[in-house]
């Protein structure tokens, strides 16, 4: 299947491989700037809903002290954390091409949030920033659902990642999680298992996203406070 910028008739204005990925970005006057990684459209300049859905469980329980963003290298997730009042937010992406191509073609979304007090940049493996003993009152998971290892079962991958991030938050603390399209309904069926497996007190919704062809599934779960 043809990659989007080209069935759309997209202008590419960059093209890089990086020692991860294949980079594209891209321009189309309704949306402005994409980005593409590997082919695969993550957001566009248009797409601050995006953001706003992925950190709304957070900014609607207040979980705003120490939040982790895990993946979201394209700075709106950061921008939108911080806008919200974040004491501190640590932005973990193992690609430092990708934040540095969304700080030229980006502005829309990351704004100067890389830059601003309490942001932190971490170009590293998200997964393995994970297992550091370090608790946090939010995370926002913004990576892909597929399995690291490509022998590793999906479903199998999910409850690991799920697990993870339960044992990093601290008692009260939120995950806020994209998910996958709402025409996967299979994907978004093992992600709910996951998710009710791990936690005890979670959901999912669709929102819009102007760049992207189906809605978007989003989800949250939350940490129980500790009974004082």
């Not at 609607?60 to 394209?74: C, M, T």
Request: some cysteine; overall charge negative.
């Amino acid at each position: 299947m043809q990659p989007e910028y080209v069935r759309y008739n997209q202008t590419v204005v960059e093209r890089r491989r990086s020692a991860y990925q294949e980079i594209v970005i891209a321009h189309d006057p309704a949306v402005g700037h994409l980005l593409y990684l590997d082919d695969d459209l993550q957001i566009a300049n248009a797409d601050d809903p995006y953001n706003q859905a992925i950190t709304r469980p957070l900014r609607e329980s207040n979980a705003l002290g120490d939040v982790l963003i895990l993946g979201g290298g394209d700075g709106g997730v950061l921008r939108a954390l911080l806008d919200a009042g974040a004491r501190r937010a640590v932005l973990v992406d193992i690609d430092g091409e990708v934040i540095e191509l969304s700080r030229q073609y980006l502005p829309d979304l990351c704004g100067d949030a890389f830059d601003r007090p309490g942001a932190e940049v971490v170009v590293g493996d998200a997964f393995a920033y994970l297992d550091a003993e370090e608790r946090w009152d939010g995370i926002i998971y913004d990576l892909t659902m597929d399995p690291v290892r490509e022998d590793q079962p999906r479903t199998e991958y999910i409850r690991e990642i799920l697990a993870k991030v339960s044992a990093r938050l601290r008692p009260g603390g939120v995950l806020g999680m994209q998910c996958c399209g709402a025409d996967e309904p299979g994907l978004r069926e093992e992600i709910r298992a996951g998710l009710a497996h791990t936690f005890v007190d979670w959901g999912d919704w669709e929102d819009e996203v102007p760049s992207f062809d189906v809605p978007w599934v989003f989800a949250w779960a939350r940490i129980p406070r500790e009974e004082s």
